[in-house]
């Protein structure tokens, strides 16, 4: 994966001192004038295309400070022409006194480059692109001379230097050597000072998720609130961090044990009593209410405490509480113990537990999202989320693919049915259930088409399920190895 010129790399240029203008061949486009003709100043070309650098400042140290410009006898070339004669009849418009080549103007002389034993050679115009860099700065270039050998030695790792070197030649093209792992090429690229734009931009163009890495750790001022802060947030951090994950983690389990084991059949029904009424009248009604001493109900009380008290600890002790409150993480905290206080609340005010709306069906499945809980205290789940996250344009289209072809294939099958008795298809809307679980390969079998033209619509459909879901797999599984790296800092694969 690489960036290219004419996007962020060109704010790292222009950072750099210089300034990128329109591509001076555009004054060809025009009428050609007679003995006149642009002046093409020096040009880098990338593969995206070319534009012009144009020097704003000189960096640092004067000339004749570089040991290899002390080395240069450069002699100006004589003219082609005779002195009576008039440069614009014998020679090119193009090579005019002002496009003569001249190395020691340019400092275009060649230079050696020894990292670890292998030698690069480039031109000094080259290097001086990036005066900020260690490269392109005189005065850092030559902590690194070699006056024996007349050449710069660098103990660094050479596989990521040719992408560095060529980062100067092609003018802000940069692309990490598939075989040299992530964490050693921003090491180098830290190493020649190549800037935190061009280091930026290669994350991102990576899928590095920048907004993550760069965010500092804001801590509370007070020391008590800090250390408890820290604990309650950054598992790992101290002793007493671990010894409450590990509880955390504990309590989220146990709920989501009681969560699927109350549903079972011989569980049904405990969480009321029959309760036998006396009225004023004398008369006995039986009512149903609810069994606050069954042991699911106590358990579950528990962890409810635990959640709470962690929650309120955690938005007491943060430093900021706006982004506490926006965080999507804290969100899902609060709607994993918002079910059972709604619960509690609707049967002290109906005094009965015979409630089966579908309101409180949804807050029953709410319940669930306690497993996400877990992701503060698992690198795999936060590496899914992330992958998830950065893939979501990859997820958004192939949602739009899925649900293009839903509507195209439910539509064509509903017409190639038409014609079939006892056809499965009633409507369009009816077939789109059909159409999404063959395209996803499922295939359940409860519907299908029973003619010929209905079969061969049936087996596209198959097919372009196959293509929608393949083409963007590849770069959510290259989405997740960055990341895995990322986080983990080991090997290219899994």
């Known amino acids: 994966m690489h960036f290219m010129a004419r996007n962020s790399t060109d704010m790292a240029y222009q950072a750099q001192g210089y300034a990128l203008r329109p591509d001076p ?30 020097r704003l400042h000189e960096f640092g140290a004067p000339k004749d400070s570089d040991p290899l410009l002390a080395l240069q006898n450069v002699e100006r070339p004589p003219t082609p022409h005779g002195p009576d004669t008039h440069p ?19 400092k275009c002389s060649r230079v050696v480059l020894n990292v670890s034993g292998l030698k690069f050679e480039t031109q000094l115009k080259t290097l001086n692109r990036l005066p900020s860099t260690l490269l392109g700065n005189t005065q850092e270039r030559q902590k690194f001379w ?3 050998r007349k050449e710069y030695f660098f103990d660094r790792h050479r596989l990521s230097f040719q992408a560095i070197l060529y980062y100067y030649q092609s003018g802000g093209r ?3 050597p598939v075989e040299v792992p992530m964490d050693i090429f921003l090491d180098e690229l830290d190493f020649f000072k190549m800037g935190d734009s061009v280091i930026s931009a290669f994350k991102e163009a990576e899928g590095y998720l920048m907004d993550d890495e760069d965010e500092e750790m804001v801590l509370p001022d007070h020391r ?11 598992p790992g951090s101290s002793v007493l961090s671990n010894i409450v994950a590990v509880i955390s983690v504990i309590f989220i389990l146990t709920s989501i044990v009681t969560f699927c084991v109350e549903t079972l059949p011989q569980f ?19 009512v149903v209410r609810f069994n606050y001493s069954d042991p699911l109900f106590i358990v579950e009380s528990c962890c409810i405490v635990w959640f709470v008290f962690e929650l309120a600890i955690r938005l007491i002790c943060c430093p900021r509480k706006v982004k506490f409150l926006t965080d999507i993480t ?11 206080f709604i619960f509690i609340i609707l049967f002290f005010v109906a005094n009965t537990c015979q409630n089966n709306s579908r309101f409180l069906s949804v807050l029953r499945v ?33 949602l739009l693919f899925l649900g293009i072809a839903v509507i195209i294939y439910a539509g064509a099958i509903f017409y190639a049915e038409a014609q079939v008795e006892n056809s499965f298809f009633t409507s369009i809307p009816d077939a789109f259930w059909w159409a999404v679980i063959s395209m996803t390969t499922v295939g359940y079998g409860d519907v299908y088409p029973q003619g010929v033209f209905g079969k061969l619509i049936g087996t596209m459909c198959v097919l372009s399920g196959l293509l929608a879901i393949a083409l963007p797999v590849p770069v959510i599984v290259t989405n997740f190895n960055n990341i895995y790296r990322q986080t983990t800092g080991r090997g290219g694969s899994i």
Not at 88 to 106: F, K, Q, V, Y
Not at 330 to 340: H, L, Q
């Open 25 to 54: 061949l555009n004054v060809f486009k025009g009428q050609p004038t007679i003995r006149q003709s642009p002046v093409l100043s020096h040009r880098r070309v990338g593969s995206s295309g070319s534009a012009n650098l144009v």
């Open 88 to 106: 614009d009849e014998n020679e090119n418009p193009l090579l005019s006194n002002h496009m003569i080549h001249d190395c020691a103007t340019e």
């Open 146 to 148: 070699d006056p024996k």
């Open 174 to 176: 940069l692309k990490r």
């Open 224 to 234: 008590v609130t800090c250390y408890i802060w820290k604990t309650f947030e950054y």
């Open 268 to 286: 049904k029904g405990r969480d009321c009593l029959n309760d036998t009424v006396i009225g004023e009248d004398g008369k006995k009604t039986v």
């Open 330 to 340: 804290n969100w899902i905290d609060f709607a994993s113990i918002a079910p059972y």
């Open 366 to 398: 709410l319940r669930v999202v306690r497993i996400f809980k877990l992701s503060r205290f698992s690198d795999g789940l936060q590496i899914l989320a992330k992958t998830m996250r950065v893939s979501m344009q990859e997820l958004s289209m192939f």
